[in-house]
């Protein structure tokens, strides 16, 4: 995709990714289903992970899988208040790029 993701709009996806799954979800499964959206890295999630985390949006525990422990990401309630503001702004933005973008 040619167009640039922001911060801003990185910490709607992946909040958004995460809220999808009552009992959270885990890195490597986070970056295929944002994948399907957004070419992401997992060097790229992991820092907006963290930074979401430390803005108590997310909170995380480990389960193990196999012998290994895996960590899991869960949307706070704090998080889901910030998700929710961030749909209400891209709805906001869409709609205004897409009547620029409308051909007549």
């Known amino acids: 995709m ?5 911060a801003a ?3 709607a996806i992946v909040l958004a990714a995460v809220s999808r799954e ?3 979800t885990y890195g490597y499964r986070m970056t295929q289903d944002i994948r399907q ?3 992401i890295s997992e060097s790229t999630l992991y820092p907006v992970l963290r930074r979401l985390q430390k ?3 997310l909170e995380t525990y480990d389960r ?7 960590r899991y990401y869960k949307i706070t309630k704090t998080g889901r ?3 929710n503001l961030y749909r209400g702004e891209w709805r906001v933005y869409a ?5 620029i973008l409308k051909e007549e």
Do not use: K, M, P, Y
Not at 2 to 6: A, D
Not at 64 to 70: E, H, P, V, Y
């Open 9 to 11: 709009l990185l910490d």
């Open 81 to 83: 208040a910030q998700l």
């Open 95 to 99: 709609q205004r790029i897409s009547g």
């Open 55 to 57: 803005e108590e949006c």
């Open 22 to 24: 009552s009992e959270g």
């Open 2 to 6: 040619v167009f640039n993701t922001g």
């Open 37 to 39: 959206a957004i070419d």
């Open 64 to 70: 193990a899988i196999d012998g290994r422990n895996r």
